[in-house]
């Protein structure tokens, strides 16, 4: 459909790498070890204690790079179905 789909977490590009290899997962990911993005995309609040994972957030960004949708992940089985009919609506609709 055109699109990128990219991970990102706090962890190190290391721990990355292992669960890529783990779980023969498909995508890239980004190394968030700062908790930069994190604290800008509103997952991580500045200021708080460290946290052990991240909440389940995903950003369906345009090729302008604006935010077109928000999703807190609660239902991984059914996420990619969401966001793949939000995709085409986007694509079809403007």
């Known amino acids: 459909m055109g699109c990128e789909i ?5 962890d190190t590009p290391e721990e990355n790498r292992a669960f890529r290899e783990k779980f023969d997962f498909p995508y890239r990911l980004l190394a ?4 930069q993005v994190g604290v ?3 997952v991580r609040d500045p200021g708080t204690d460290k ?5 389940r957030i995903s950003y369906l ?3 302008e790079g604006v935010i077109r949708r928000v999703y807190e992940v609660s239902d991984t089985a059914a996420h990619a179905a969401t966001v ?4 085409h609506e986007l694509q079809h609709d403007g």
């Open 6 to 10: 990219l991970g990102i977490s706090f």
């Open 32 to 35: 968030d070890h700062d908790e």
């Open 40 to 42: 800008a995309y509103g």
């Open 51 to 55: 946290v052990n994972f991240a909440k």
């Open 61 to 63: 960004i345009d090729p």
């Open 84 to 87: 793949l009919a939000d995709l």
